[in-house]
């Protein structure tokens, strides 16, 4: 049985926090967050981020470690030893597992469009490019299938081949070598944003509170974005952090290690806007938002830059270690719910998990043209639209309010138990006082996020 073969371990501390942080950091945080940010009223906005991180996106995080380190298992298999004798709480985990499949089914396409974007700019392809020409560019990229499909392979090959040679020579060490490698990188073209001239009316843009614009658009509205922005960055309720908890021993609280990885998340986030804001601001660019922003935009500005191509070679470089430090992760947790509950072995389950994912991933690299008249929420969107809003506006908030009822009632694994497993080993303790929170408040804040984005899909 799966539960008493001798299980991989990850090898150190650090290794848990990068590769959790990696999971966490996406690219939302590099073209979502500086947006947000600007348009919600700057430091305003950053602080009721922050707020919502601690009161909402903390609890949760800590929860799926919880169970992972308690049952070291996949996020399934982790429930169903923990949960009382005769229920049914397991089954989440395979939606859980789902989700994480429906996650990669996007993801890797548009990773694919960071490993393409540092390719063609490192190669100088893009280089004296017209505004237009540049925006053609990524027009082209998107219109040709057998590019994404190439560009999203790549995604996919790279991802198993790193899991598949092991938990710690290949997962951690990998991730470990990229997020570090990627913070250098942002520090880098961070320091090179700010020191542009005209840097400082986009910080001001960015960091400074702006009151008046905050209460222009409403407080709700930016109270809501916030919420939405914290809940959705670390992609909690799909069980994406429980492997990586039932991967560590219980030397240290998990508390503790919540909040390092929320900052290092927060750290990413907030430093991306000091590259974007300035640079767009110092050559007279409009910030915009999406793939635009990142796509078109971005690449005027280097192309107007002195040493724009090293320069932009380098944030594609830091997008892809983003994107990719995610692929990674998720995938391991996919590989495994496969090796503990179907007994493969871990090269077994690469090969065929890749092949499945790439089969999987197919659907949105061709929405973009030769399914392009697919549009399943309405007109202008596409497939990425729908595996999006599956499992962001619906498996996250929905499998955070599990884990929150799970963690925190008899019938499930209970207070004391989750209580008890957060606070083994040394650091900071999770509140015990907070229990009415978690049990009432908590899953409320989750319903407002749950309902308040399908109001916002569809607009009611």
Known sequence: MSSVNPREQLGSRIGFLFISA?????????????FITGKYGGAAFVLIYLLFLFILGLPIMVMEFSIGRGGR???????KKLQPEGSKWHLYGYFAILGNLLLMMFYTTVAGWMLAYFYHTLTGSLAGLSPDEVGGFFGGLLASPGTLIFWMGLTVVLGFTTCSIGLQKGVETITKWMMSSLFIILIALVIKSV?????????????????DRLMEIGVWETVYAAMGQAFFTLSLGIGSMAIFGSYIG????????????IALDTFVAIL???????????????????PGLIFVTLPNIFNSMNGGRIWGSL???FLSFAAMSTVIAVFENIMAFTMEELGWSRKKAAVINC??????????????????????????????DLEDFIVGNNLLPIGSLVFAFFCSYKMGWGWDNFVNEANEGHGLRYPEKTKFYVKYILPLIILVVFIGGYIEKFGG
């Open 195 to 211: 020191t542009l001239p005209g840097a400082s009316a986009g910080l001001s843009f960015y960091l400074m509170p702006d009151l």
């Open 315 to 317: 944030f594609f470089l």
């Open 355 to 384: 092949l499945l994912l790439f089969a999987l991933s197919l659907p949105c690299a061709l929405g973009f043209n030769l399914w392009s008249e697919i549009q399943p929420l309405g007109k202008g969107t596409g497939i990425i």
């Open 22 to 34: 990696g999971c966490a950091i996406g690219l939302g945080n590099v073209w979502r967050f500086p």
């Open 272 to 290: 991306s806007g000091l590259i974007i804001f300035p640079a767009c601001f110092a050559f007279g660019k409009d910030p915009g938002a999406g």
């Open 250 to 261: 219980k030397e240290r609280s998990l508390t503790g290690e919540s909040l390092n990885i």
């Open 73 to 79: 298992q996949n996020i399934a298999g982790a429930l």
